[in-house]
């Protein structure tokens, strides 16, 4: 075995927990046992969210999108654990135009970075319509957390809003000069919607950065009645504890051993997984188990270094971080059988409740849903939402308030599920639309 | 002791770049356009095998007809965490090739990128069709003759009609490149994975896959093909292959910024080898998965 198969495991790890669902036999009832577990998601809406927008349906994307990695250090960030020493510097990625241009600042989703697959989708359609384009990890990616985050602590809208828009002001003050803007627009996917919305309102009030507009692409309207939804299909499709993991792993391996030695293949890459994945997640359940377990997966870090910042001690010893050479295989056992509402309560909660005074868990959790600026959205023409009516992140009260408060600025598309309509003609055409200041306005 | 030394030199090196605020670096240009056109066409490809496959009477299936291996069952399974005995020396390790990588690696093989398109491919075919040497002697050993022919014919037209290995002839030819080596002979061989060993620049592997990569030096050393091992050039060319394999991997240390990337990495490298071991030991005729039958409706 060379470096090359070596290396190429980054992809490998997304196929498999996609995979990992085709070794699902769960009987469907058990989803329905546990009541709107999916929100508002059927059948389609499961399926477009595994496998994304289909590549026939994408829009016309330019041929060649220039790209830079920017790495910034910034003044704020907290002391750095010894074994998060990689991600000192925040990592944001670029694509300038040659002449002034307005720049389009996209904020990416749950635990995820700057430069994911759905990333790429918006960065390409908006760099071809001729906006500057800079894309930026959520502030639940492991890598804002350490570099950018003034506590530790991630995933409460309007403190990572701040820390977001701090971010933006330092990459903007030294970003070189031939990058010339001339107005700015926030955008941002799932959470990365949200935040996009928060980071804007913040932005009325301090004016630093004067954004113009922002759009919302499949934003939940409360983070934790969302992952709490999640949470339940985890249980529903995989079941409670480490033991269901390694029972769905075992399942797993054996799937793909048997595909892979019915095949002529010589090596396992990624086509293969790809295939193996595509024939072989069929029912609601395997797709259910197959999201469950990415979201799972995408939380477990920020979950983790949240517990080592604010010293909770859930995870780890607050008097004895992990060292350089440690195993974390056992930390790491331990928080994927963990539901996300441990988070909230064993770090989340503790923590912002101390820096809070008068402050309670619901108080927490109310100040996690997009209502805090429900007057802003409801009156500013400058915001605009797309979503679907079949996001399994929302349920029909939250498509509801959302419909309310954005009256004629949001616009439902009757399919793509969480995010698999992304990149297709109608979004693409609807959300460059937004941006222009083109799109019909009737809010009150 | 050597290890220590040069990671320590290089670890300052690192120290002295890291002190400005921003870096702004370019990196290949995206091509969403092609990208999203070879995706239709993959999509449209495995669309038509798994017609094709899930086609009664197919070819596929009559071969297949000699009594087949039993399907693995999940209790078949090895365990999920993996044996890795020296993992504080491995930990290190890691982070010392993620540390060379960032600095050296990848900025030299980022310049390599920009150079003409058609003189990395021939730089690539070259070193792909030196090692065609290795997979003809591995093939072999591993009594996989009709592989091993398709080698030794690709190296053939490949350094003729090739021009010495610099235009991949034989690809177009229908006869693609399956390379091997000697960590598979070992595997076929029934040799164990042994414990997990992440390899100083060259990343992660196991015991068995390291005496591998270290046997195919060895026979290439041996073999000293056109004088290219062991003359004045073989530092430089050593150094160029190391770069264009660099080049080719689209991968990056620490890009999940997660604190368990150690663990993530060893799994899938470790397991991916485990199936890749059931292949080799059951290629003949296998049962077929129930799940790779009629897909779609």
Redesign the interface.
């Known amino acids: 075995?060379?470096?090359?198969a070596?290396?190429?495991?980054?992809?490998?790890?997304l196929l498999?927990s996609i995979s990992a669902a085709?070794?699902q036999p769960i009987q469907p009832q058990s989803l329905s046992a546990a009541g709107p577990a999916t929100g508002l998601a059927d059948s389609a809406g499961l399926r477009a969210t595994v496998f994304g927008t289909?590549?026939?349906d994408?829009a016309?994307?330019?041929?060649?999108?220039?790209?830079?990695?920017?790495?910034?250090?910034l003044p704020w960030r907290l002391p750095l654990p010894e074994?998060?020493?990689?991600?000192g510097k925040l990592r944001v990625w670029?694509?300038a135009q040659d002449k002034p241009a307005p720049l389009a600042i996209v904020i990416s989703g749950t635990g995820s970075?700057g430069?994911t697959k759905t990333m790429?989708?918006l960065?390409?359609a908006l760099y071809g319509a001729g906006y500057h384009v800079l894309t930026m990890?959520s502030p639940t990616?492991?890598?804002?957390i350490?570099s950018a985050s003034s506590t530790g602590v991630a995933g409460d809208l309007e403190q990572d809003g701040h820390d977001l828009y701090r971010a933006m002001q330092e990459?903007l003050a030294?970003?070189?000069r031939r990058v010339h803007i001339t107005h700015i627009d926030v955008l941002g996917y799932s959470l990365g919607g949200a935040d996009a919305a928060v980071v804007k309102s913040i932005d009325s009030a301090e004016g630093k950065l004067k954004i113009e507009r922002a759009v919302m692409i499949n934003p939940p309207v409360s983070l934790f009645s969302s992952v709490g939804r999640l949470d339940r299909l985890f249980a529903a499709s995989i079941g409670p504890g480490d033991q269901a993991v390694?029972?769905l792993?075992?399942?797993l391996?054996?799937?793909?051993?048997?595909?892979?030695?019915?095949?002529?293949?010589?090596?396992?890459d990624e086509?293969f997984l790809?295939?193996a994945a595509?024939?072989?997640l069929?029912t609601d359940a395997e797709f259910s188990a197959a999201i469950a377990l990415t979201l799972r997966l995408q939380l477990?870090?920020m979950f983790?270094?949240g517990d080592l910042y604010a010293k909770t001690g859930v995870i780890t010893d607050p008097k004895h971080p992990p060292r350089?050479?440690?195993?974390?295989?056992d930390?790491?056992r331990d928080l994927r059988a963990r539901p996300f509402a441990d988070y909230f309560s064993g770090v989340f909660a503790p923590y912002y409740l101390k820096q809070r005074p008068g402050a309670t868990s619901a108080s927490l959790i109310a100040a996690n849903r997009l209502d805090i600026i429900g007057n802003i959205l409801s009156s500013d023409g400058n915001y605009f939402a797309q979503t679907t009516g079949n996001d399994l992140i929302l349920n029909q009260r939250e498509l509801a308030w959302l419909e309310e408060t954005m009256g004629s600025r949001l616009v439902v598309y009757d399919h793509g599920g969480h995010l698999g309509e992304v990149g297709e003609r109608q979004q693409v055409a609807d959300m460059l639309a937004m941006l222009a200041g083109r799109w019909p306005r009737s809010g009150p | 002791m050597k290890w220590a030394l040069l990671s320590g030199c290089i670890a300052l090196g690192l120290g002295g770049c890291a002190s400005?605020?921003?870096?702004?670096?370019?990196?290949?240009?995206?091509?969403?356009?092609?990208d999203?056109a070879a995706?239709?066409a993959?999509?449209k490809a495995?669309a038509d095998?798994?017609a094709a496959e899930s086609a009664p009477g197919s070819a596929g299936e009559a071969k297949?007809a000699p009594e087949p291996?039993p399907?693995?069952?999940?209790?078949?399974?090895?365990p999920?965490?993996t044996y890795?005995p020296w993992?504080?020396f491995n930990?290190?390790t890691y982070?010392f090739n993620?540390r060379f990588d960032e600095a050296v690696f990848l900025p030299v093989a980022n310049t390599y990128r920009r150079a003409p398109r058609p003189i990395r491919s021939g730089i690539h075919n070259f070193f792909g069709n030196l090692a065609e040497i290795d997979s003809v002697i591995n093939y072999t050993l591993q009594w996989r003759l009709k592989?091993g022919l398709r080698s030794l014919e690709r190296l053939a037209i490949n350094t003729t009609i090739g021009v010495g290995g610099l235009f991949d002839v034989a690809t177009k030819l229908k006869l693609a490149g399956?390379?091997?080596?000697f960590?598979?002979t070992l595997a076929k061989w029934g040799m164990h994975p042994g414990p997990y060993l992440v390899i100083p620049l060259?990343?992660?592997?196991t015991l068995r896959?390291g005496i591998?990569?270290g046997a195919d030096y060895g026979a290439e050393y041996g073999i000293n093909p056109a004088g290219l091992y062991r003359g004045n050039v073989s530092w430089g060319l050593g150094t160029l292959n190391?770069v264009d394999?660099?080049a080719?991997?689209?991968?990056?240390?620490?890009?999940?910024?997660?604190?368990?990337e150690?663990?993530?990495?060893r799994f899938?490298?470790v397991?991916?080898?485990?199936?890749?071991d059931?292949?080799l030991h059951?290629?003949e005729p296998?049962?077929?998965?129930a799940?790779?039958a009629p897909?779609g409706k």
């Open positions: 075995m060379t470096v090359s070596c290396l190429q495991l980054i992809p490998f790890a498999l085709a070794a289909p590549p026939q994408m016309t994307l330019p041929a060649k999108v220039p790209l830079s990695e920017v790495n910034i250090e074994i998060l020493w990689f991600d670029l694509s970075d430069n790429s989708v960065r390409a990890p990616f492991p890598g804002f350490a990459i030294h970003l070189p390694e029972l792993y075992r399942r391996y054996a799937q793909i051993a048997n595909l892979y030695r019915a095949s002529d293949r010589l090596e396992l086509d790809f295939g595509a024939a072989t069929k477990i870090d983790f270094i350089l050479g440690d195993s974390l295989a930390v790491q | 400005t605020v921003i870096s702004i670096r370019r990196v290949p240009d995206q091509t969403p356009a092609a999203n995706a239709v993959s999509a495995f095998a798994v297949a291996m399907l693995l069952s999940p209790a078949d399974a090895p999920m965490y890795d993992e504080r930990r290190f982070r993620a592989y399956t390379p091997t080596g960590a598979t060259l990343g992660p592997s896959d591998g990569f190391a394999q660099r080719n991997i689209n991968f990056r240390y620490y890009s999940s910024g997660s604190p368990f150690y663990e993530t990495i899938l490298y397991h991916r080898r485990l199936i890749e059931q292949g059951s290629r296998v049962k077929k998965p799940a790779d897909a």
